[in-house]
């Protein structure tokens, strides 16, 4: 059994993993110079960046699994989000943490907290309760979620407009799903922000960088992978897989798993049938520029992640962080290190800029809420994704639902596998998809 797998990052170093280790033929094309996709990082000057996926959260069972597998348990850390919300030109201070004894320590600087207007704090208070029921609901062992299908054409703006209102849209769901997604609360699922709030029962994070993971697969992996390899064509006859075709010509295979975003599945399978293809357009992404910047002191209060920024603030940015904060192991003593990305459709003017103005661009920004941000940083990188965050969009969840339980294996052969095919669109997505595929794939060719 010959396997070909299109695409290295996350999802497609999940299914090379699994088929190498049961012992199947089995060869990864990757059309960038590196492996690991939207899940990468690399060290420069002291610093460690990561160009996409920040952290890693606790629910993210087969992420985790991963991590031990490959040696990185002991990189692994306890995270804590401690920062801020803008508000009329100053930073108000508050935790993140869930947890009761922390809340209990914190009571004094919540009750005394002035960060919102009054309104937002009873219209929050009813949108939290009609999140939590469906929450509570929710089984994470399969990442299913059938449990919130009802609400699969629903938004983010629309469900806070009936069971709250406006400022709590605007200076809270606004910036929190801007900073999940780089996308505008009317561009996402309700039952997409309900499932991250799995987020809540912890945070960890890699002392090396979320992307080290994708960076050890891809060292034990490398045999197994052609980088600087793009697809162009994966090949189907009588509803049955081929192969696919490369630069270099034709390559047969008796299974070929796609695992790129779902716009480039489209393009690199034209034919697919309308029962296929019509889910797969209802999946969006965010587009983003992120330029890093690494500093030598913190743009931020010692211990703060990140300033979220309602839409009051008129940014481009959705927040301001110092990633600093998660870990001494991610920057020089002393040094900050910044990620900002453009976001929204706010955005769509700043991402045609040349890099160099992105950056000039980015520094004013955020010297408009961090005014120690310096003029000449000592790191600046620019790195721009056209697909940077499946939105999840309304219509998605259950377009894609109807697709994975009565159409993906509607061509023999043929397997998908991304972040889209599960309703929390991230790296642990990304990763069990892959396994699926593998494990398909092993079942079908047993």
């Known amino acids: 059994m010959k396997v070909v797998i299109v695409g290295a990052g996350a999802a497609g170093l999940a299914a090379t993993n699994m088929l190498v280790k049961n012992g199947v033929e089995v060869t990864a094309y990757e059309a960038a110079d590196f492996a690991g996709g939207r899940c990468s990082c690399y060290e420069k000057?002291?610093?460690?960046?990561?160009?996409?996926?920040?952290?890693?959260?606790?629910?993210?069972?087969?992420?985790?699994?991963?991590?031990?597998?490959?040696?990185?348990?002991?990189?692994?850390?306890?995270?804590?989000?401690?920062?801020?919300?803008?508000?009329?030109?100053?930073?108000?201070?508050?935790?993140?943490?869930?947890?009761?004894?922390?809340?209990?320590?914190?009571?004094?600087?919540?009750?005394?907290f002035r960060g919102l207007p009054l309104m937002a704090y009873p219209q929050m208070a009813m949108i939290g309760l009609a999140m939590?029921?469906?929450?509570?609901?929710?089984?994470?062992?399969?990442?299913?979620?059938?449990?919130?299908?009802?609400?699969?054409?629903?938004?983010?703006?629309?469900?806070?407009?009936k069971h709250g209102g406006e400022k709590a849209l605007d200076h809270i769901l606004r910036p929190m799903v801007a900073t999940l997604t780089l996308g505008e609360a009317e561009d996402v699922s309700i039952p997409h922000l309900i499932a991250l709030m799995g987020l809540t029962r912890g945070i960890i994070?890699?002392?090396?960088?979320?992307?080290?993971?994708?960076?050890?697969?891809?060292?034990?992996?490398?045999?197994?992978?052609?980088?600087?390899?793009?697809?162009?064509?994966?090949?189907?006859?009588?509803?049955?897989?081929?192969?696919?075709?490369?630069?270099?010509?034709?390559v047969e295979a008796d299974h070929v798993i796609c695992t790129t975003t779902a716009g480039v599945t489209r393009k690199i399978i034209p034919d697919l049938p309308d029962e296929m293809r019509k889910p797969l357009e209802k999946v969006k992404y965010s587009s983003t520029v992120h330029v890093i910047f690494g500093t030598k002191e913190r743009i931020l209060p010692d211990n703060w992640y990140a300033v979220m920024l309602p839409k009051s603030a008129n940014s481009f940015l959705q927040c301001i962080n110092d990633s600093s904060a998660k870990s001494a192991a991610f920057a020089p003593p002393g040094a900050g290190l910044s990620?900002?990305?453009?976001?929204?459709?706010?955005?769509?003017?700043?991402?045609?800029?040349?890099?160099?103005?992105?950056?000039?661009?980015?520094?004013?920004?955020?010297?408009?809420?961090?005014?120690?941000?310096?003029?000449?940083?000592?790191?600046?990188?620019?790195v721009r994704w056209d697909e940077a965050i499946c939105l999840e969009p309304p219509g998605q969840f259950p377009a894609m639902y109807c697709f994975k339980n009565n159409h993906k294996d509607d061509i023999k052969g043929l397997h998908f596998a991304g972040e889209y095919m599960v309703l929390i669109s991230c790296v642990e997505g990304a990763l069990r998809s892959g396994e699926d595929a593998a494990k398909a794939v092993l079942r079908e060719g047993s």
């Open 205 to 250: 994070l890699l002392d090396k960088g979320t992307g080290s993971l994708c960076n050890a697969m891809y060292d034990k992996l490398k045999d197994n992978i052609k980088l600087k390899s793009p697809v162009n064509r994966i090949v189907i006859e009588n509803k049955k897989v081929k192969g696919i075709e490369t630069e270099d010509g034709f």
């Open 45 to 112: 000057d002291g610093y460690i960046v990561d160009t996409g996926a920040q952290v890693i959260g606790k629910l993210c069972e087969t992420q985790i699994r991963l991590i031990k597998e490959f040696g990185l348990g002991p990189d692994i850390k306890k995270f804590v989000a401690a920062g801020a919300i803008w508000r009329d030109g100053k930073s108000y201070g508050i935790s993140a943490s869930m947890k009761p004894s922390e809340i209990v320590n914190n009571i004094k600087n919540i009750l005394g």
């Open 339 to 382: 990620h900002s990305c453009t976001w929204g459709r706010t955005a769509e003017k700043m991402n045609k800029l040349s890099d160099d103005e992105i950056v000039k661009a980015m520094i004013r920004e955020l010297q408009r809420f961090a005014p120690n941000m310096t003029d000449k940083p000592d790191l600046a990188e620019v």
């Open 132 to 161: 939590i029921s469906r929450y509570l609901r929710l089984n994470y062992d399969d990442l299913r979620f059938d449990e919130l299908l009802d609400l699969g054409d629903t938004s983010v703006a629309d469900f806070a407009r």
